[in-house]
């Protein structure tokens, strides 16, 4: 149960930080697109 609670905090995080790197970047097509497959675009 514990695991589960760290599991979903760590995911909350994760994806808070995304967020603010989407909304703060202009070229989050180009920058998926270096690392990755592009999930948004």
């Known amino acids: 149960m514990y695991?589960?609670?760290r599991f979903i905090s760590s995911f909350?995080?994760?994806l808070l930080i995304f967020l603010?790197?989407?909304s703060?970047?202009?070229s989050?097509?180009?920058t998926l697109?270096?690392?990755g497959p592009i999930?948004?675009?």
Do not use: P, Q, W
Request: aromatic residues 24%; contains cysteine.
């Open 20 to 22: 603010v790197f989407f």
């Open 33 to 35: 697109g270096s690392i």
């Open 39 to 41: 999930f948004i675009c």
């Open 12 to 14: 909350s995080f994760h």
């Open 3 to 5: 695991n589960l609670y």
């Open 24 to 26: 703060t970047s202009e």
């Open 28 to 30: 989050i097509c180009d």
